[in-house]
């Protein structure tokens, strides 16, 4: 029997959630419509992402080739939200005013030369290789001087704020260090030692445990903020992604069940891959949003509403079935 409505805190974070799932549905009711789905090309001479229309995007930075055709490539974001300039200072000149430039790099990282493929579609070796490009782009850019974080995300869907349909995923790396990250570091540091390595000792044999491997465990967080929300944390206390750099396919695994859930689901998400500031010591880890729901009025004041229980939606992601 799962809870119906329920306040929760955030393990770390003082942040609460409302856990309600009279008001939510049944898993299967949150799936979108076949609809949804239409039927995509293998290559669409449009989209700037296809193989033949490189021309379209900038410069290229990189890629990973087989058998002299490319698998993943990666280049500057056209549609920029930072830039390298020469000033990568931010400032306060008065009490409330701090600014400073948008410095950094913002770059695309094209998944598939198929258009008519997701992550989702992606194979266990393929995700290990995209994985070991994420670490490249993190490792490259965060030597650039003045940069002081760099965030890795996917957004899949319409609903998750993707632009164009080709599966790709973002980097941009810049001069401050992310809000939530920030708030996160300090909620640690009143903790002795750090809570994630010891509440991970609790949901491994939790109802909220998805999968559990030598190396990683993945769970649906106790105060989960949206609807099949889910993490993935290595189980060994580390800061940064390089520090996995050998057991990517293990790590590979579990991001690919979840994803193949959320295929089932064929609905809208993001993914960020949380890295420690250099100068700081947070857990590692991943957390995957399912784009379901769409906030209220409510949310606003800073308290969400969550219609799925965590535990039920662990019971999801492992394979089984609605309890009512």
């Not at 949804?36 to 293998?42: C, K, Q, T």
């Not at 993943?72 to 974001?77: A, C, D, H, Q």
């Not at 094209?110 to 997701?118: R, S």
């Not at 991970?200 to 967080?221: G, I, Q």
Request: neutral net charge; proline residues 5%; aromatic residues 14%.
């Amino acid at each position: 029997m799962w809870v119906k409505m329920e306040i929760r805190k955030d393990y770390v974070l003082d942040r609460y959630v409302i856990i309600a799932t009279n008001r939510g549905k049944r898993p299967s009711d949150f799936k979108k419509s076949n609809e949804d789905l239409a039927a995509l090309p293998e290559f669409d001479q449009k989209c700037p992402f296809c193989p033949g229309n490189e021309d379209k995007t900038p410069k290229e930075i990189g890629r990973v080739s087989n058998e002299g055709h490319w698998q993943i490539r990666w280049f500057e974001n056209k549609f920029n939200a930072v830039e390298l300039t020469s000033d990568y200072v931010v400032r306060t000149d008065n009490e409330f005013y701090t600014f400073g430039n948008a410095f950094g790099k913002h770059e695309v990282i094209v998944e598939t030369p198929k258009h008519n493929l997701q992550l989702w579609d992606l194979d266990e070796n393929q995700l290990s290789e995209l994985i070991g490009v994420y670490n490249f782009r993190i490792e490259e850019l965060s030597r650039i001087p003045g940069v002081k974080y760099v965030a890795l995300f996917k957004n899949h869907g319409s609903e998750a704020g993707t632009s164009l349909v080709h599966s790709h995923s973002q980097v941009i790396a810049y001069n401050i260090v992310p809000f939530w990250v920030r708030e996160k570091i300090k909620a640690v540091g009143k903790f002795e030692g750090c809570p994630y390595c010891k509440l991970l000792h609790r949901e491994r044999n939790s109802e909220r445990h998805v999968l559990e491997t030598d190396n990683f465990l993945t769970f649906t967080p106790y105060a989960s903020q949206y609807p099949f929300e889910v993490v993935i944390f290595p189980k060994k206390h580390v800061r940064f992604l390089n520090e996995l750099r050998n057991v990517f396919l293990e790590l590979a695994q579990h991001l690919k069940l979840v994803l193949n859930k959320l295929k089932e689901l064929n609905c809208s998400y993001n993914i960020t891959w949380i890295n420690s500031p250099y100068d700081n010591d947070l857990h590692f880890h991943i957390r995957i949003i399912p784009r379901i729901t769409k906030p209220g009025g409510f949310e606003f004041f800073g308290t969400h509403i969550n219609v799925m229980s965590p535990e039920e939606a662990a019971n999801f992601y492992r394979g089984g079935v609605y309890h009512d």
